[in-house]
């Protein structure tokens, strides 16, 4: 048996914690081995001269983390684990790398912080946090009533959807509802994807057995919808393209006229769809088809902040029975203090300043940008038309590679996306996201990334 010594405290943490960590690293350093006994609490409380609770709690310890466990009338020993594999396995997952933070980074998704008032956020908030009734119960499953009725009136309002309060559901993002929806349907298959790639989305439905399919866009004609016959369609018709063209009319109510022919449902995601810098907003999907055939969702990342997870859906009608059933089965994740005081934020009045505001600044900035790219590559670049949203596209006449010019503007601090499959001339195709750059930097950032193009 292995002798014990009375160890001194040697700080804050409570005693029974520091003859915890002691019997656990003998443990790990193999020197007590497996089937081993452990001394009986009442010798080791005598040698430690502790109470026989402390050692009860330091043992309870170790049992309920399986470094020993009890034998009934017999004491304690060492589990059957092999803790020196474990010793050697845990490092490769406690260690992080730590990714290095780009000097410019036109990838991120990130929002300007001029776009948002903080301090009025803040007294929002404040207020929310005096609602203690509600905030001490769990929040209702379909999210905040208040709240669905003030999303009611502002899509209403905006986007000219039909519905009422039963019809929302609330979420903490778009993923969380994408999760309901699948539990509503069933499997769909398949569901096809066009627009943006929506990877996350993607990978979402393959794992609950969708079969999917992504089309970069279908507005000439559905021949891919009717030769996969779909039975789902994720579309963004308010974003079609990085640019941010709008789906048009006539293949909006194409695609509706295929959904009602062939027991199609549509997920409309209105994704930055108040981010039209030129042209009025185009009604939405919903709006034209009454609600029956449309799911509706949007959210309020690029709007508001992205660390804000609220997200919105409206059913159609022929899902309103199904999430009857099940629906109360779902908890609800987005904040219950959020979503008050995102309420009363809009009630205000302050979400349609916040449009205002934050279109203002972000076109401005995405002017500024591409003044920057003509003055430092003058004739040797061809800027795409950029109707909406935060991406600038533009070709370059460079002699490299898509893959080499993001990893070389990575080398010297520029985070960047480049769609070759998008080019018009064939040159490579860059994107670069105003949102999260300041618009004093993109003067040198340009400078800085014709160095390596040319």
Not at 166 to 183: D, F, N
Not at 284 to 294: F, P
Not at 349 to 377: D, N, P, W
Request: proline content about 4%; charged content about 25%; hydrophobic content about 35%.
């Amino acid at each position: 048996m292995m002798s014990i010594k009375k160890v001194e405290k040697k700080n804050e943490n409570p005693l029974y914690l520091e003859i915890y960590e002691y019997y656990k690293n003998l443990i790990l350093l193999g020197r007590m081995k497996p089937g081993e006994k452990l001394p009986s609490i009442r010798r080791c409380a005598l040698e430690r001269q502790v109470s026989k609770t402390t050692i009860e709690s330091s043992y309870m310890q170790l049992a309920a983390e399986g470094y020993i466990h009890a034998v009934a009338g017999s004491g304690y020993y060492v589990s059957e684990v092999k803790f020196e594999e474990i010793k050697k396995v845990m490092p490769s997952y406690q260690a992080e790398t730590k990714k290095e933070k780009p000097l410019y980074d036109f990838v991120s998704s990130a929002v300007d912080d001029k776009s948002f008032n903080f301090e009025l956020w803040r007294r929002y908030m404040k207020s929310a946090l005096r609602n203690t009734e509600r905030l001490v119960a769990y929040g209702e499953p379909q999210g905040e009533y208040d709240l669905r009725v003030a999303l009611m009136n502002y899509v209403k309002d905006a986007r000219r959807v039909v519905c009422s309060p039963e019809q929302i559901v609330v979420g903490a993002g778009v993923q969380s509802l994408l999760g309901i929806i699948c539990a509503l349907t069933g499997i769909k298959s398949p569901i096809c994807f066009t627009g943006h790639e929506f990877k996350q989305g993607q990978m979402l439905f393959q794992d609950r057995g969708f079969e999917t399919y992504y089309r970069r866009n279908y507005a000439e004609d559905l021949a891919f919808l009717k030769e996969k016959q779909a039975k789902m369609l994720y579309t963004f018709p308010s974003h079609m393209t990085p640019w941010g063209e709008v789906m048009s009319m006539k293949t909006r109510l194409d695609l509706l006229s295929y959904a009602e022919q062939n027991n199609c449902l549509i997920i409309e995601d209105d994704y930055d769809s108040e981010f039209r810098y030129y042209t009025r907003p185009v009604p939405s999907l919903q709006s034209l088809d009454g609600g029956q055939k449309v799911i509706y969702i949007g959210s309020f990342s690029r709007l508001l902040l992205p660390s804000l997870r609220i997200a919105f859906m409206v059913l159609p009608i022929e899902l309103m029975e199904a999430y009857k059933e099940k629906g109360k089965y779902y908890n609800q994740t987005a904040s219950t203090a959020e979503q008050i005081a995102l309420c009363q934020f809009i009630r205000d009045g302050h979400l349609k300043k916040q449009i205002r505001k934050a279109r203002k600044i972000y076109m401005t900035k995405s002017q500024e940008l591409v003044r920057c790219i003509k003055e430092v590559f003058e004739d040797k670049v061809n800027i795409l038309p950029n109707v909406g949203g935060f991406l600038v596209p533009f070709e370059v006449k460079s002699i490299l590679s898509g893959k080499e010019i993001e990893k070389q503007a990575l080398n010297i601090g520029i985070k960047l996306r480049v769609a070759d499959e998008l080019s018009h001339e064939g040159w490579p195709c860059i994107f670069l996201s105003c949102s999260g750059v300041d618009e004093q930097e993109f003067g040198e950032s340009m400078r800085l990334l014709k160095q390596i193009l040319f």
